[in-house]
């Protein structure tokens, strides 16, 4: 179905779309690439146990979150202004829809697919002797000692259910070895147990034939329960909310808090409940109450209960013909700067990153540029005897990260080194905690943030002495510290010696540590001071701009937008005449295409190979000195107003050119990775329709192959 097909357009939709119910249709995209022909056979897998993944987030997150506040007079969501309860109603059905597409896909599209290429999942009725015989040795040598049924009884209460954990409810007839009949028992299995086991040559004919660890374990229940008859065994799974609660305003020591908070999230109040579909009512019904769920919390499945654990095939089998091609990140050598900047002399001195970023900014678009600039930028100011200070913000940055072993050497060179740490970044707590100690231990002075606001923008400062006079280089950037994530989130970093951009992240990096007043800044934009007032004075001044008959444009790429004032003067600036275009990866609360509101706004959402992660803002400004900005920071109210951000200008004409083409031209002229957002709230993909096959990731891959 394509745009042309769709009926008039209603101008009574509601002004705004449901923040989690945007989110859901994200997941639905997602989804959507594991049934596109066009994409290797296991990267589809992929796309569907990455939105198994995502549906996990959304429980354990964001449904969680509307529950918390359902019982609260006078709550409504933001910015759609729905009663908590009709919003979990309206999600609820949502995600059982996505939830059966998920298992559709997998049994229907998928696992045919695989069997065409000879990778199979062999089902217990197709089992022969041979494989039914190894499988119950592998049982009994790798499983049965690691696995602790639970019988059910006075002094066996139910056992506590690990958030996201694999279990098995069991139904015995018979006595056990004290004479008692209790009927039921649970089996807990280890997360450190594969999901899917592969058959060895001695048990198959097949190079790639797997069975489930469900199924494994269907088959051979009985031998944990000796003297006793199975008349039952049925997987389930429970979704806890993961959400931390700690008071900032009453604890003495955040980290302390949120270590005692970390061991008790495996056990929050149950969300959903997965369960087996052919397990019977009774005992459905029987671990209903026994979460504290209804009905509407409950997904039986046709399928394995976490679909995100099937991700481990793809490296268990040896078919590159059936994944993307492989991509090398293009590497910004000394070599290679050299040969583009041509600013080197013989002399030692200038053979060094810094005056390579004094000559001029450098721009790293990664995941189509290593990362490696920006840890050889942290490395050489670690052992510079001219550097004096860093100072960096870290969000997230992965266990054996390399800038945290830099920032360590630095503080043992005896520079003054400071890192801003957010430990509440959602799930990598732990890591952030581990990761602070280390470099406390080192001599770095941690601070964590602001109370109340979690420190989300990346930024390295480093101030170095040169001929008597300070001065500073700096790196600021739209995605995280993070090795891995680098090779697959877009996302724009800067190197540059502009002392503006210098002098106001000094600032922002003493109020970070002193929590003084950041006064005056000459060219960063500040979450929560001053970003969201001046992305709205700009999208202000677009719409005179159109109003007085100027040039006005809006183009704008995010993660998210749902700040109501945000979403409230686009609609004006449409009306007036702004042409809007909006690149929004994943929830959008803006309603674009209706007639009288916002009939000048297109939204476009782009799922590809890589993750579209790159906040990117164009404003034309009268078509005199257009402005164009990189950010930490989405349109979202928490990234605006309940943040510490930063949002910086580009300002080198060259750079400006590079990135307004690669973060926003590319993706507006895309029609096959695209989809857009209808006024009704749903996305159709985009297609050629006459004109060639064009892919934004595609056409970067082959720019920065060829570079």
């Not at 357009?9 to 596109?36: C, M, W």
């Not at 790639?208 to 088959?219: E, G, I, P, R, T």
Request: with cysteine; charged share 25%; glycine share 6%.
């Amino acid at each position: 179905m394509s745009a042309n097909d769709l009926p008039p357009l209603a101008t009574d939709y509601p002004r705004y779309i449901n923040r989690e119910q945007s989110l859901l249709e994200f997941n639905r995209r997602v989804l959507a690439q594991a049934k596109n022909p066009d994409i290797p056979l296991l990267e589809r897998l992929k796309y569907l146990c990455i939105s198994s993944s995502n549906m996990d987030e959304f429980f354990e997150v964001r449904l969680a979150s509307l529950y918390e506040v359902a019982n609260q007079p006078g709550t409504l969501t933001r910015p759609d202004g729905m009663d908590p309860n009709e919003a979990i109603d309206m999600l609820s059905d949502t995600a059982h829809e996505i939830v059966e597409q998920q298992y559709s896909t997998l049994n229907h599209i998928l696992i045919p697919e695989l069997q065409k290429e000879n990778i199979n999942f062999l089902r217990r009725n197709h089992w022969n002797d041979t494989q039914r015989a190894w499988i119950k040795e592998y049982f009994i040598q790798s499983l049965q000692p690691v696995l602790s049924a639970v019988g059910l009884d006075p002094s066996h209460p139910f056992p506590r259910v690990l958030n996201k954990s694999l279990n098995f409810i069991v139904s015995l007839e018979g006595a056990d070895a004290f004479g008692r009949s209790n009927g039921l028992a649970i089996v807990p299995v280890p997360r450190s147990l594969p999901r899917i086991i592969k058959l060895p040559p001695e048990a198959t004919e097949g190079d790639n034939d797997f069975v489930f660890l469900s199924s494994v374990l269907h088959a051979n229940v009985s031998l944990l329960f000796p003297g006793m008859t199975v008349t039952g065994c049925y997987q389930f799974r429970v979704t806890r909310n993961t959400n931390l609660f700690i008071d900032e305003e009453e604890v003495d020591d955040i980290m302390s808090a949120l270590r005692g908070e970390l061991s008790t999230r495996d056990y929050g109040g149950a969300i959903r409940l997965e369960v087996a579909d052919n397990c019977p009512p009774h005992m459905v019904d029987y671990l209903l109450d026994r979460f504290n769920l209804t009905e509407k919390a409950l997904y039986q499945v046709n399928g394995p209960v976490n679909l995100h654990r099937l991700s481990a095939l793809p490296d268990r089998v040896n078919r590159p013909d059936l994944q993307f091609e492989p991509y090398t990140q293009r590497q910004l050598t000394k070599k290679s700067v050299k040969k583009a900047f041509k600013l080197f002399t013989r002399q030692k001195k200038n053979d060094s990153l810094f005056a390579r970023i004094a000559q001029k900014d450098i721009l790293l678009h990664h995941p189509y540029e290593a990362f490696t600039p920006v840890i050889d930028f942290l490395k050489e100011a670690s052992k510079d005897p001219d550097v004096l200070a860093i100072r960096m913000t870290l969000y997230r940055t992965g266990e054996d990260s390399d800038i945290i072993k830099a920032l360590m050497k630095a503080a043992q060179n005896g520079k003054e080194v400071t890192a801003v740490v957010e430990l509440r970044a959602r799930f990598d707590e732990d890591t952030n905690i581990i990761q602070a100690t280390r470099l406390q231990d080192a001599g770095v002075h941690v601070v964590y943030g602001v109370v109340g606001y979690k420190t989300h923008a990346k930024m390295i400062l480093v101030v170095r002495r040169e001929n008597d006079r300070i001065r500073y280089y700096t790196h600021m950037g739209t995605g995280n510290y993070h090795h891995i994530t680098t090779r697959f989130y877009s996302d724009f970093g800067l190197l540059t010696a502009n002392q503006s951009i210098g002098r106001d992240a000094s600032k922002v990096f003493q109020q970070l540590t002193s929590l003084g007043e950041t006064k005056d800044l000459e060219v960063l934009l500040q979450s929560p001071f001053t970003l969201h007032s001046g992305m709205l004075e700009r999208i202000q001044r677009e719409a005179e701009n159109a109003r007085q008959g100027k040039p006005a444009r809006i183009i704008a790429k995010m993660n998210g937008l749902e700040e109501q004032e945000i979403i409230d003067n686009l609609y004006e600036a449409s009306q007036a005449g702004v042409e809007i275009d909006l690149i929004v990866r994943g929830i959008c609360s803006l309603r674009p295409g209706v007639p009288g509101l916002s009939e000048n706004i297109t939204v476009t959402s782009i799922i590809g190979r890589f993750l579209e992660h790159h906040r990117v803002y164009y404003f034309e400004n009268a078509g005199g000195k257009p402005e164009l900005f990189c950010s930490s920071a989405d349109w979202m109210r928490r990234n605006l107003l309940a943040r510490v951000e930063t949002c910086f200008p580009i300002l080198d004409p060259r750079l400006f050119q590079q990135v307004y083409t690669e973060g926003l031209g590319v993706y507006l002229e895309d029609n096959t990775g695209a989809w857009k957002l209808q006024a009704d709230g749903n996305y159709l993909q985009a297609i050629p329709e006459g004109r060639p096959a064009y892919n934004a990731q595609q056409y970067l891959i082959e720019k920065y192959s060829e570079g």
